[in-house]
């Protein structure tokens, strides 16, 4: 893509974003070479401007002369072309110190950084609890509530607590569930709850579960609970900031945005795409499936102990301020992430 645009496209590319970005108005040639010093003729301005255009970079609303980016434009914009903004710090420590103050419980942390988000981008935040399944085993216990039923208690290194009960094939003792409560201990403290479907607990069931049946039923037990657990909680702040935007003064097109903010399941999948490392712009239509082609969402993961375990987001429309929401989305992940390996380390 690079290959396409030469310097001047480039520049001229990047100031009519920047611009338009600044201002939600179209952008003409005059404007550009009254504001920005080129070194080029508005005549000159303005026939680049149009092969920018025809190459798909550009496009011309119906009722204006001026012109504003497409959604290649964008997409060129944010991974070639926009010059980040450096967080200042006011923005640094309001970030660290608001979190800091929510340490002790995960809930808590988690809501307070949808907050933090929507405050410093003015735009809608998500953030998707940590993952159950990314979290690992620190306690396992079993409580026998009758002679054939069982109450499983599992608790993980993020401070998540799950409980299940379950009805036995045969009766078992006291002592035998001890045992078996011993034993689930012992081989599964500190292994991820998504590692039970894979070698690793069959190397457990090899070493232990072959002539023991009480101690099987528990790990099919765990897998079920496991496989059942709903998605995690989803904090979402500032919704209303949206209908700020010139974008969506019209009803039919905030509509879809608001219903999206209201859905849990709709959250879930625009966040979980990026339960990784580093951060992610879905711009305009790679948001299509999610019915809110209209936006970019930034995403980045955040960590326990070296594991993505969640994601915090942004929402907003395309022409949204990526070279601000991109630095605070990135920062405000890594410093949960710090927190929250903190909250892992005393736990363990």
Do not use: W
């Not at 003409?28 to 190459?55: F, V």
């Not at 085993?137 to 054939?148: E, G, S, T, V, W």
């Amino acid at each position: 893509m690079a290959s396409e645009l030469d310097g001047r496209k480039k520049q001229i590319l990047k100031v009519v974003t920047d611009d338009y970005i600044a201002s939600a108005e179209p952008v003409g040639s005059r404007t550009i070479a009254r504001r920005y010093k080129l070194g080029l003729s508005p005549a000159t301005i303005r026939n680049e401007m149009a092969d920018l255009e025809e190459s798909g970079y550009l496009q011309q609303p119906h009722t204006s002369s001026g012109r504003i980016p497409s959604e290649k434009g964008y997409r060129y914009y944010v991974d070639a072309l926009m010059s980040l903004r450096q967080l200042e710090e006011s923005e640094i420590e309001l970030i660290y110190t608001e979190l800091e103050k929510h340490q002790r419980e995960i809930d808590a942390i988690i809501h307070q950084t949808s907050k933090i988000l929507a405050q410093l981008t003015q735009y809608p935040s998500m953030v998707i609890g940590p993952q159950f399944q990314a979290a690992a085993f620190r306690h396992i216990q079993l409580i026998k509530l009758a002679p054939d039923t069982v109450l499983v208690l599992i608790v993980t290194d993020t401070g998540y607590v799950e409980n299940k009960i379950i009805e036995l094939e045969n009766e078992i003792s006291d002592a035998e569930l001890d045992r078996i409560s011993y034993l689930l201990n012992q081989k599964l403290r500190g292994v991820s709850l998504k590692d039970l479907k894979t070698s690793v607990i069959k190397e457990i069931r090899s070493d232990m579960a072959l002539q023991d049946h009480f101690f099987s039923e528990a790990l099919k037990v765990l897998i079920k609970s496991i496989s059942e657990h709903p998605h995690e909680r989803i904090f979402v702040d500032g919704a209303i900031k949206i209908l700020e935007q010139p974008e969506f003064s019209d009803v039919l097109k905030f509509k879809p945005i608001m219903k999206a903010l209201g859905e849990e399941d709709c959250l879930y999948k625009l966040l979980s795409s990026n339960l990784q490392r580093g951060a992610k712009v879905k711009i305009g239509s790679e948001n299509q499936d999610l019915g809110i082609q209209d936006c970019s969402v930034v995403t980045a993961g955040y960590e326990i102990a070296g594991r993505t375990v969640g994601v915090i987001g942004v929402l907003g429309p395309t022409r949204m301020e990526y070279a601000k929401v991109l630095p605070i989305v990135e920062y405000t992940a890594a410093i949960l992430s710090e927190l929250l390996t903190q909250i892992h380390k005393r736990n363990c």
